[in-house]
């Protein structure tokens, strides 16, 4: 496996948080704090030890794009001082459509931006308010076409499905929404309840699609990418022409790397650790927030533990010597795994209970 | 009288007898409080009854004696004996031995209810053991209290009269002292020689991690001192006696010697509590008498039932508890039992169901273990083929039916006392429990008494509480086991995923089988949990699937979103899936949850 590692840069700025959401954010971006932000990743960035070969980096939140074109532009420098980044490094940033505009979006790509994951998540507006979202519809396609003309030829979209008052025929209108604007990507998530969101709290007030409900949508999900060319990669990625997302990759094929900002999780030198989850410290102390002195390198079981669990999720599967043979075929028989050239990999259909076969294989 | 001067003409040895809540442990209360024996302030709620659980279900579960001193209006004081009894249909040969110490016994009757079926049940068993009954009504103080209803009840129902029977509230205190006059006017002093040769009967014991166990005696004739070498005539040990003496209220107070006509506790060393079986006699090893006292029974269980633990690992625990337990309940046995479904557990026997559910409650709650009970089984007796007879008390070694010859269930004799508005409700149920219609008397105008014979297998299943809901919880029940009889009994099996489920196999009447199937494998459909394949649940007699379920394979089970990197949340399910799994038994590729197992088997409902 190559030794390139891939980074992550945590922009936990949001208008406000959508009610299903529960990744860090903060809600008061005032410039000052921003600024203050930005020099405590520089001096993180900075102060990392071991310059490597880059081969991606990313911007996710929050809301990348509240961190503005100057901050960004001024990261990216510093980053490509500090580390050596290949030359078809991958510089990926989530936008919300809601504040975009294409002056940004053109300074972004100036400053080495070269992949774009724009947070559409459905085109039917009634759903986005209910979710909380402060964009429509029309945002993502201005946004896109915004994105077209500057010239990006790496875009994906995120979406959502499952979500409450939906059926398969409002979401095969997101879909075909979504496929008309031919993105080079596309992540689809099932809306997930989480600890602490408003969601979880109200969830009574709303109307929940059940689990065959849930698993048509999948279903239709799956087809419809399928029939417009996209790859299947993993669990809720699809890619067109191998646009997958080299940095979820990373994670995947549990390749080092590192987290920059509060509540960032970084995988180093055999040690997974994280930021702690909160913006004040991490600004007062950049360099002291994660946890890696304290982590515990992973033992040999675990690394091959995680190899199968994050390796499954893949199209690429994993090595079949890892797994119980018998287990494997009592899988392959209700039609959860196939294998090929010595490795297995889920279904489609094995993916969407993707817990209990990992579960099953590592017991 | 002081304490050492012994004079058998001043003592009175009673005991308490009334149904259920009526009062018994109240009235024992104020007792020792009015004579002294304990301040009111020590009085913790109802002293008699020791452990938690009895406190909390109102029941007495082993019986207690308490000795207390009274002076009387005619000026002499008497020392009296309160043996108290266990309160519960369960318990009655223990009851029927510690009335046997008694030469008297305070019937309690509520002054609101009347007679009911374990007034009546105690109350025989009272006069079988000849003893002075001394009527009492109580809760007077209650506005619905109708004493003269209740005393005719007596004289009507039960045959003895009532009419002067002091009329009490033993929560208010009312009449206490009448009580006493009374106990010490009409009960008759103990007959006994003090030099004949040793005779007392064992009521009661426990374990005492000191002291070995604590024999509790009634001494019939002869003395018991220190030093001597006594003999249990049944179970033939011999030991020497260590210490004896009386048994205040909160302490035993020693004594050197005990005499005929006393009650009191004798130690030995004793280490093992099987030694010292209530109803035994203890004589002197070198000066024994004649023969021993009568009524002795060895106890039998009659419930059975599988105890598991619901963490494979705790079975340790289980059995550390389980030998803790029966240190003080010789009547409780257990020996270990494999199963495919359950693991490592112990076959366990109890006197009824009620004993049953206070060994469950306390193994849980005072060892702190979470337990799987399997279905409880009574004892089956088989004619096999070739003329052997079997006793069977765990379906699992029920014979392949061809080898049967002739299959036989225990039958009691159930006795329901209910208003006269329910006896259809209640015929129809017993009816629908196999009862054979005995007989029906008018007690008076608003309750009837009920006799049926019916399988015990028809009682242990919930029949208590389905009377209760079926009369707005005023029929009351008891019974008393009266032999074998003849039986259609089929063993029904349970399948998951085409696997027998050992621990779910039960025996059953023929004709209530399919009932039953049906509602179990409802039952376990509905209680596990989604798998990732589909799981059929049948239910068969023989080869014979004669009820099935499927529970569906699961359709979602997915962390998709694995955010930032951060992978730790998925690890943390893999964990917990991982940690689940102790609590879970594995068939095969299926996993059901110790949970599943537990809804199955607790058989509420009346199929």
Known sequence: MSDSVALYYHIPFCKRKCIYCAFYSVPWATEEVKDAYLFALLKQTASFPEPREITSVYFGGGTPNLF?????????????????????????????????????????????????????????????????????????????????????????LDLMFALPGMDCGKFEKTLSDALNLEPEHISAYSLQLEEGTPLLMAKHNYIFPDEDEEEREYQLLCSRTGGAGYRHYEISSFARNDHVSRHNMHYWQCRDYIGFGPAAHSYWNG???????????????????????????LSEEEMIEEQIMLGLRTDEGVKASLLSKKKVSILMEKGYLFLNDNRVRITERGWRVSNSIIGFLLA | MSQNHYDIRKIRNFSIIAH????????????????????????????????????????????????????????????CNLIDTPGHVDFGYEVSRSLTACEGAVLIVDATQGVQAQTLGNAYMAVDNDLEILPVINKIDLPSADPDMAKREIEDIIGIPASDAPCISAKMGINIEEV???????????KGDALAPLRALIFDSYYDSYKGVI?????????????????????????????????????MEKREALYAGEVGYFTASIKNIGDTKVGDTVTLKDRPCAEPLPGFKKVQPMVFSGIYPADGSKYGDLKEALEKLQLNDASLTFEPETSVALGFGFRC???????MEIIDERLERE??????????????????????????????????????KEAREPIVRATVITPTDYVGPVMQFCLDRRGVYIDMKYLDQTRAELKYDMPLNEIIYDFFDTLKSKTKGYASLDYEPIGYKKSDLVKLDILLNGEMIDALSFIVFADRAYPRARRIVEKLRDNIPRQLFELPVQAAIGGKVIARETVKAMRKDVLAKCYGGDITRKKKLLEKQKEGKKRMRSFGSVQVPSEAFMAVLKMDDDT
């Not at chain 2, 009062?23 to 007792?31: I, N, P, V």
């Not at chain 2, 006493?180 to 103990?190: A, F, G, K, N, T």
């Open chain 2, 367 to 404: 060892f702190n273990l979470d337990l799987i009970t399997t279905a409880p089984s009574v004892v089956y007796e088989l004619v096999l083929t070739d003329g052997s007879v079997l006793h069977v008390d765990n379906p699992s070694n029920y014979p392949d039916p061809a080898k049967i």
């Open chain 1, 68 to 156: 503005g074109p100057r901050r960004l532009d001024k990261l990216l420098s510093e980053i490509s001082k500090r580390f050596h980044l290949t030359e078809d490094c991958e510089i990926s940033m989530e936008l919300n459509p809601g504040i975009s505009c294409f002056e940004d979006l053109h300074a972004y790509h100036m400053a080495g931006v070269n992949r774009l994951s724009i947070g559409m998540q459905s085109s039917d507006d009634d759903t986005l308010t209910l979710l909380g979202r402060n964009h429509t519809f029309l945002d993502t396609v201005n946004c896109m076409n915004d994105a077209r003309k500057e010239g990006y030829g790496n875009i994906s």
């Open chain 2, 180 to 190: 006493l006059e009374r106990i010490v006017r009409d009960i008759p002093s103990p």
């Open chain 2, 215 to 251: 024999v509790y005696i009634r001494i019939m004739d002869g003395t018991i001192s220190v030093g001597d070498i006594v003999k249990m005539m049944h179970t033939g040990a011999e030991f020497e006696v260590v210490e004896t003496g009386t048994l205040n209220a909160f302490s």
């Open chain 2, 20 to 79: 259920i809540d009526h009062g018994k442990s109240t009235l024992a209360d104020r007792l020792l409080e009015k004579t002294g024996a304990v301040a009111a302030r020590e009085v913790e709620e109802q002293m008699l009854d020791n452990m938690e659980l009895e406190r909390e279900r109102g029941i007495t579960i082993k019986a207690r004696a308490v000795r207390f001193l009274y002076q009387a209006k005619d000026g002499d004081t008497y020392e």
């Open chain 2, 349 to 355: 026997g109890f006197l009824g169901l009620l004993h």
């Open chain 1, 271 to 297: 040690k997974r650790f994280s930021n702690k989850a909160d913006i004040k410290e991490y600004i007062k102390e950049p360099l002291i927030s994660n946890d890696y002195d304290s982590a515990e390198r």
